[in-house]
């Protein structure tokens, strides 16, 4: 969590090697690998997914072959064999309920004219398929209606076992009244600043950001 | 030969002085794959063998052929344009075809081969009142040819054309195309050109709407690699009121290519109402490509909607980073994005023209 601007984007990009940021010091340990030397497909393949806060449109590149795509690198990376299109189908259709999607979707392009929550479910059924180790979703939360929020929310919840991990980039409690924290991190300026359970978000859903800023000030100072 | 001397064999086929790059519509379109070869005519048998004419569809008497080719030539301005002379000074197998109601598709193969000759081709369609057609046309070269394509259709009130070319060359062979429609109200016409691999193409896709209140509906992609060049120089003509025009013209450049478009669109006074919009977008792979791309409307009418636009980008990084960001190398991404590129034309094609896409490799499933 953390005001606009804290870095709270910036972290999730750097981690999946948004090709916009230059990373000019330090390391990212993922599996015994510096993530930070590996290019963006390599660290999707190996388990780290992030879910955009905004979707990428692709026209005219169907969302249906893009998943296959999608799903058969991260499945050779694990050594799995690859799914023909039929085989493909059956397994998308099975995941769709993840996120109760309508099929339509598949055979649209990638995110082309999808509302704000059929987006982020798309994202959501990315993240069923692939079945990353680490899930980064950025303001998954944003745009979505009560029920979109509980549909994207359910699938977070469905998809968490305690093989992975999933961050949550997100400014509200609403989200975390449905998807149980066990974690939470506050930043500011690019650092986690404090960190606590679930108490501390509603701290921060009582108190606002102020006391970030004081702080901040504070060890600015010191 | 020199080039030059071979320019003039050329101009003398022609019997019109040689396309120079200080002509307007010349500018930015080099004939030297042209000028590299002789004139040779085509000796390798009757280019149509293969023609099987479909239900609904007839051969017109040569006196009819003979009294109504070069009409739609005259009425969409082109008569006197280099390549129709050139096609005329050739010789060319003629083709008139009429269509009195619904017609099965029809479809055209041309092989010009690579023994450096020249094939010629004239076709006329006459399309009558609420007629009906879909046309699947291929060209192929697969080394020195120049083919050389004069095609011209008429739709009659209510008629119904769906076009598709698809045409491939090899970087030592010439394409040099004319597509000449005229329209009557109420019928439409959609064409779709998918050109690739010519050392030099000109297509001319020339639209006439004698008195207005038809539907035009172009569709064009051109791509070039290496040192090729494609050139699309269209115009639509509306010379009555309450027609319409929608038209998407897309290139890729890649290696050394060079693509031209240019689009004219004239609106005359009499032209009122009409709902126009042409969109040239060029994608740009390399730093050694180069695309030329100009909208040329003359609007005189004062009540119409006219819009245009032209883009040059190359592909979007936010698109690749998406695409990668879920495990799809990087030239894989690539790939996806040109054919998804592609596909908003390609898949306007005719059913049979779509199926022909494998012959050219850029539009090949990636």
Known sequence: MGRNG??????????????????????????????????????????????????????????????????????????????????????????????QMDPAFLERSVNEGFSGGEKKRNEILQMALLEPVVAILDETDSGLDIDALRIVAGGVNQLASPGNATLLITHYQRLLDLITPDHVHVMAAGRILRSGGPELAHELERTGYDWVDQELALSEVG | MAATTLAHAWQDLAGAAFPSRRMEHWRFTDLA???????????????????????????????????????????????????????????????????????????????????????????????????????????????????????????????????????????????????????????????????????????????????????????????????????????????????????????VAAGAGRSVFNGAVQVPRAAQRT?????????????????????????VADDVKCAHGATVSRLQQDELFYLQSRGIAADQAARLLLAGYCQDVLRELPTVAAGWLPIAPPFREP
């Not at chain 2, 690739?196 to 297509?203: D, K």
């Open chain 2, 275 to 299: 709902d126009a919009s042409q969109l040239s977008r060029s994608l740009l792979l390399s730093d050694r490509a180069r695309v030329d791309t100009k909208p040329e409307l003359e609007i």
């Open chain 2, 33 to 251: 794959v042209l000028t590299a070869m002789e004139p040779r005519p085509w000796s390798s048998g009757d280019p149509l063998a293969s023609l099987q004419l479909p239900a609904g569809v007839t051969r017109l008497p040569e006196a009819e052929l003979a009294a109504v080719a070069g009409q739609s030539l005259a009425h969409a301005g082109c008569s006197d344009h280099w390549p129709v002379r050139l096609n005329a000074g050739a010789r060319p197998v003629r083709l008139g075809l009429r269509v009195e109601a619904g017609a099965d598709p029809l479809q055209l193969a041309l092989d010009a081969g690579g023994a450096g000759e020249l094939l010629a081709l004239h076709l006329v369609l006459l399309l009558e009142p609420g007629a009906s057609l879909a046309v699947s046309q291929r060209v192929l070269a697969s080394g020195a040819a120049v083919c050389s394509l004069v095609c011209e259709a008429r739709l009659a009130a209510d008629a119904q054309l769906h076009w598709g070319l698809v045409a491939h060359g090899h970087s030592s062979a010439a394409l040099l195309g004319h597509l000449a429609v005229t329209q009557e109200p109420g019928s439409s016409l959609e064409l779709v050109t998918v050109c690739s691999g010519w050392g030099c193409s000109r297509l001319e896709p020339r639209v006439q709407q004698g008195r207005g209140a038809a539907r035009t509906r172009l569709r064009g992609l051109q791509w070039v690699d290496d040192n090729q060049l494609a050139d699309t120089h269209s115009l639509v003509r509306f010379d009555g009121p309450d027609g319409q025009l929608d038209q998407l013209h897309k290139t």
């Open chain 1, 6 to 99: 804290s870095g709270k984007s910036t972290l999730s990009k750097v981690l999946a090697g948004h090709p916009a940021y230059t990373v000019t010091g330090g390391t990212v340990m993922y599996q015994g690998q510096n993530l930070l030397e590996l290019v963006p497909e390599q660290r999707a393949r190996l388990g780290l997914f992030l879910g955009f806060q905004y979707p990428v449109e692709i026209p005219g590149v169907s969302n249906l072959e893009f998943l296959r795509v999608a799903t058969n690198a991260r499945r050779q990376e694990r050594g799995e064999t690859e799914l023909d299109t039929f085989a493909f189908e059956d397994l998308v259709t099975a995941r769709l309920a993840v996120v």
